[in-house]
């Protein structure tokens, strides 16, 4: 009988210490979706940009400015007048034509037309919401343009493929500034 109790007293013991959980298997943490997918994203813009940087050092005979929005740009017809540059609230037509990095017209400017946009609620390229904000009426300019500030991953879902830099040459025809009728 003294064992038994003595057995049921060391039981008793044994079953009050506190649960322990178990160790995780592996310390350190993984790597996540999302930043794996950044670092991805990093590695196709650093390709597309020495994309259009080879672009550009064909096209010798231009001279190409970087801007601080993300993409280049050139100027084809530049006027000296003192004109104004649109303003937010101005509306704008305009004309444009959009290629490859071969040349190749994905959309002509006859196919697209004119365009009338308000600056400040464009449903526009995003570089080119910034790109025409530098023009004058009567200027042509020609910018190439990442994906990443065109169209991405999705392209257009037509013409347009995903992760595709574009070259899109623009001529601005008009500014109906905010204060006339329009």
Do not use: H
Not at 42 to 64: C, F, H, M
Not at 68 to 74: A, D, L, R
Not at 99 to 113: A, F, P, Q, V
Request: with cysteine; glycine share 6%; charged share 25%.
């Amino acid at each position: 009988m003294k064992n038994n109790f003595l057995f049921v007293l060391i039981l008793a013991f044994i079953s009050c210490k506190e649960q322990e959980g178990r160790r995780p298997i592996q310390a350190t943490p993984s790597v996540t979706i999302y930043e794996a997918v950044k670092e991805e994203s990093k590695i196709i813009n650093e390709i597309e940009n020495k994309k259009i940087e080879y672009y550009i050092q064909q096209d010798s005979l231009a001279t190409y400015i970087n801007s601080s929005y993300g993409f280049w740009y050139k100027y084809n017809i530049k006027t000296s007048e003192e004109k104004p540059t649109p303003a937010v609230g101005d509306a704008l037509e305009l004309s444009y034509e959009i290629k490859n990095l071969t040349g190749e017209i994905i959309y002509s400017k006859e196919e697209l037309g004119v365009k009338t946009l308000k600056i400040g609620n464009e449903d526009f390229i995003s570089a080119l919401q910034d790109g025409i904000k530098l023009m004058k009426v009567g200027e042509n300019i020609t910018f190439a343009i990442p994906s990443y500030k065109a169209f991405g991953i999705s392209g257009d879902k037509n013409r347009i493929g995903i992760n595709q830099s574009l070259i899109v040459t623009v001529t601005l025809i008009n500014i109906k500034q905010k204060n006339e009728n329009y």
